[in-house]
């Protein structure tokens, strides 16, 4: 196959560019990632490895970690939408408190960004589901009235809005899960699983509420939503911490990792030298490497 001039200069670029990146992000460099991307075995180069996605159930770990991600993926959609749909019965008027909880999310979402780096993110999302799955539940079970027959159903808004709040903040933590529970391999088909899974909790979640209202039991939505969240709190403890973690790039490196996160823990501390393995392949020291302008 005769290859182009500008072809040639673009592949021995994006080579470079592998080997680079690797380097700047203080991980040790694979030569053979490149093959191990493509599914293309090193010792035998005309033979490659398609994954499908049996290859999610077909090994005991990356199973066990598949359908936790897929249910706690689910439970934040329906949790989180079978929230915001019910804003509309609580007291007070519901166009100010649907535009407080829409509010609110926004420093969820920033708080999350510290909490999950500096945390971890099993932890974190233990007790996110914990108070959401708190807020769903107090939402309907706190009194309307207190001894004296004052009106104070207002908590009841106030413990949905801060169960909204924690299952906003969810979302941050499952996002990082899908991706970082899986190796490089099957990662993308994995993480598209997950968002699967999390639309399907979309779609259950308004039939939820509906289930309430025809059944005539309003208190049963939120009931339900509560105990699909604390599942899912108990369901994350038997994931591994994957904060400092080196991401897997096979299979057989993604079912080394142990529920404590070790196994395969990047030391952090790669020195220049292991950095170089990849980066002599090229000829380039690690000097000569961060010169150059990408």
């Known amino acids: ?10 592949l021995s670029y994006g080579c470079l560019y592998l080997e680079h990146c690797p380097y700047k992000n203080c991980v040790r460099y694979d030569p053979n990632l490149f093959f191990i991307l493509l599914g293309i075995s090193t010792e035998n180069p005309g033979k490659r490895t398609f994954y499908t996605p049996f290859d999610l159930i077909r090994t005991p770990r990356i199973r066990k970690h598949a359908f936790i991600a897929f249910y706690i993926w689910f439970a ?7 929230l915001s749909l019910a804003t509309s019965g609580w007291k007070g008027d519901k166009y100010l408190v649907f535009f407080t909880g829409g509010i609110g999310e926004l420093p969820a979402y920033l708080l ?4 999950l780096s500096r945390f971890g993110r099993k932890y974190p999302l233990f007790v996110y589901y914990l108070i959401a799955g708190a807020g769903c539940i107090l939402s309907v079970l706190l009194p309307e009235t207190d001894k004296s027959g004052k009106d104070i159903s207002i908590g009841r808004t106030v413990a949905g809005l801060i169960g909204r709040f924690a299952a906003a903040s969810t979302f941050s933590g ?3 899960y899908g991706a970082e529970l899986f190796p490089t391999v099957v990662r993308a088909m994995a993480w598209g699983t997950c968002a699967f899974f999390g639309r399907v909790g ?20 939120s009931i339900v ?15 591994p911490e994957t904060r400092s973690l080196r991401l897997p790039d096979t299979i057989e490196e993604a079912e080394q990792i142990d ?13 220049e030298n292991e950095m170089g393995i990849g980066i002599y392949n090229l000829g380039l020291s690690p000097e000569e490497n961060l010169s150059i302008k990408l």
């Open 225 to 239: 939503l509560g105990s699909v969240s604390f599942l899912a709190a108990v369901l994350v403890l038997l994931l």
């Open 202 to 221: 979309g779609i259950v979640a308004p039939q939820i509420n509906y289930a309430g209202k025809a059944s005539g039991y309003t208190k049963m939505p």
């Open 174 to 176: 499952t996002f990082l």
């Open 76 to 82: 934040t959609s329906c949790v989180y939408y079978g």
């Open 112 to 115: 999350a960004i510290y909490i």
């Open 1 to 10: 196959m005769k290859m182009y001039g500008w072809m040639d200069n673009l």
């Open 259 to 271: 529920i404590s996160g070790g196994a395969i823990n990047n030391t952090a501390a790669a020195t």
